[in-house]
């Protein structure tokens, strides 16, 4: 599965995990994530992470260190870099400056899956249901209520695939089956965009998201994230990455004309426009009509092969909730930094997590705690992580490091997130090496001399891993 090779620049900005080509904050390869891993019908398979646990043999701490040298050694590197490899068990086979803090782009999104499916129930759904509220005048009120699902369709249920899995054109049809039953016909429409509070977007993201090209909001209910799609763009692969299009600054409310829209082909009578609102507080009705996201463990899938940004800060934000932090962006940082820590997963002193997503400027962390994360997802002990460990990009099949082996070697054998920023190109992931066993990697580099000549580096450092 080859990248992408198209190009998309914004004035001092590159786009991210462009794979082979450029850097830049999110993917130009595709995704395949649906109800049944994609891949599968490739030629080649992935190998199983965690398989083999007893057939580990430590890494050659030579051939290691000759690796690194080798990367050091490479046009375009520079000095600004850190890398290490390690045994399954943690046990450091090379490295050079593992513990010194650098911008690690996207590779910050595996502390927050690693946090959010630690702390969250993986096969769990997130809902998008209707309320009738009688109480609102003249006219019943129907309000729509949404818990982070930003990945609606606006048609039906598409159960094919992770975007799009819950329709609103099915929660329409459904709701209106249900106000016929009670003799109703013509409603106003609320949406209510409460869950996650004032506080939508991390502070000094836009500096990284010009024209809200890579960021949406967190929202309580989006259609596709609010992507501004033509109808050439609806016939793409809705999992697909590298949709570069300005969101909708009002996901939700979009979201809601949708559904208003989708209720009047099944011909309920909308009053008005769709308003802010919410159900009365003291009122608990049943809800006429629900649809149901993706699991959780798909939607981290799609994340992180995607490097979605949206995606990345939703899982924050849900695991505040979910530890009863604040529900803002801060609390979502203090949400991902308490997991680890309870997992043994210190950042260290001066170690700053400025996003749950990596494109906030600011953040900075070492490639030993990238390595720690990716030790803790394939140890045997933390079976929560299995998302996490499975759910990267794999090279040579899909997501965006698709295309970023050198030869063959590494295609279906190594797991990654990648990451890029401006001045920024790093990796983390998990190899399955061919002699049987598992190591565990990460690398970043800042201030490139040339960003192209780094990429291509990281790239032939990670293919060279399986032979370890």
């Known amino acids: 599965m080859a990248a992408a090779t198209v190009i998309v620049v914004f004035a001092g900005y590159l786009v991210a995990d462009a794979t082979d080509v450029i850097p830049g904050p999110l993917t130009l390869a595709g995704s395949a994530v649906g109800t049944g891993p994609r891949y599968r019908t490739e030629a080649l398979a992935p190998a199983v992470v965690g398989a083999d646990l007893e057939s580990d043999t430590p890494v050659d701490a030579s051939a290691a260190q000759r690796v690194i040298d080798g990367f050091a050694a490479s046009p375009g590197v520079g000095g600004d870099y850190s890398v290490v490899i390690a045994n399954r068990d943690g046990s450091v086979a090379a490295e050079h400056a593992q513990g010194t803090l650098r911008q690690p782009a996207s590779t910050l999104k595996t502390l927050t899956a690693a946090a959010a499916a630690l702390s969250l129930d993986m096969g769990s759904t997130l809902t998008t249901s209707t309320y009738l509220d009688r109480s609102a005048g003249p006219d019943p009120r129907l309000v729509l209520q949404?818990?982070?699902?930003?990945?609606?369709?606006?048609?039906?249920?598409?159960?094919?695939?992770?975007?799009?899995?819950?329709?609103?054109?099915?929660?329409?049809?459904?709701?209106?089956?249900?106000?016929?039953?009670?003799?109703?016909?013509?409603?106003?429409?609320?949406?209510?965009?409460?869950?996650?509070?004032?506080?939508?977007?991390?502070?000094?993201?836009?500096?990284?998201?010009?024209?809200?090209?890579?960021?949406?909001?967190?929202?309580?209910?989006?259609?596709?994230?609010?992507?501004?799609?033509?109808?050439?763009?609806?016939?793409?692969d809705p999992d697909g990455g590298g949709v570069y299009l300005s969101h909708d600054q009002d996901p939700e409310m979009r979201a809601a004309d949708t559904f208003a829209q989708r209720l009047a082909e099944e011909g309920i009578t909308v009053v008005g426009d769709p308003a802010v609102g919410q159900l009365p507080a003291t009122s608990k009705p049943k809800s006429l009509a629900s649809v149901e996201s993706a699991p959780l463990g798909q939607l981290m899938a799609?994340?992180?092969?995607?490097?979605?940004?949206?995606?990345?800060?939703?899982?924050?934000?849900?695991?505040?909730?979910?530890?009863?932090?604040?529900n803002s962006p801060r609390g979502a940082v203090q949400a991902v930094q308490?997991?680890?820590?309870?997992?043994?997963?210190?950042?260290?002193?001066?170690?700053?997590?400025?996003?749950?997503?990596?494109?906030?400027?600011?953040?900075?962390?070492?490639?030993?705690?990238?390595?720690?994360?990716?030790?803790?997802?394939?140890?045997?002990?933390?079976?929560?992580?299995?998302?996490?460990?499975?759910?990267?990009?794999?090279?040579?099949?899909?997501?965006?490091?698709?295309?970023?082996?050198?030869?063959?070697?590494?295609?279906?054998?190594?797991?990654?997130?990648?990451?890029?920023?401006?001045?920024?190109?790093?990796?983390?992931?998990?190899?399955?090496?061919?002699?049987?066993?598992?190591?565990?990697?990460?690398?970043?580099?800042?201030?490139?001399?040339?960003?192209?000549?780094?990429?291509?580096?990281?790239?032939?450092?990670?293919?060279?891993?399986?032979?370890?």
């Open 146 to 236: 949404g818990h982070g699902d930003m990945l609606l369709g606006s048609g039906d249920c598409d159960l094919s695939h992770v975007n799009g899995r819950a329709g609103l054109g099915t929660l329409a049809k459904e709701t209106s089956q249900a106000l016929r039953a009670g003799s109703i016909g013509k409603v106003s429409l609320a949406y209510d965009p409460g869950f996650f509070g004032p506080e939508r977007s991390p502070q000094g993201i836009d500096e990284n998201n010009p024209g809200g090209v890579y960021f949406t909001p967190t929202s309580t209910l989006a259609v596709d994230e609010g992507r501004m799609r033509s109808d050439a763009d609806r016939s793409a």
């Open 302 to 326: 799609y994340m992180l092969r995607n490097s979605d940004n949206s995606l990345a800060e939703l899982f924050g934000r849900l695991t505040a909730v979910k530890l009863g932090k604040e």
């Open 338 to 468: 308490e997991a680890l820590g309870r997992e043994g997963v210190n950042l260290g002193d001066g170690a700053r997590m400025a996003d749950c997503s990596g494109l906030t400027p600011g953040s900075l962390v070492s490639v030993a705690t990238l390595a720690a994360i990716q030790r803790l997802a394939c140890d045997g002990r933390h079976g929560r992580l299995a998302p996490l460990a499975e759910g990267m990009a794999v090279v040579g099949l899909v997501g965006t490091a698709a295309g970023r082996g050198k030869g063959s070697d590494p295609n279906g054998l190594v797991r990654v997130k990648t990451g890029s920023l401006d001045q920024v190109t790093a990796m983390a992931g998990n190899v399955s090496r061919m002699g049987g066993g598992l190591l565990v990697f990460s690398v970043i580099v800042n201030n490139p001399g040339d960003m192209g000549g780094a990429v291509q580096a990281v790239n032939t450092l990670m293919s060279a891993l399986p032979k370890l």
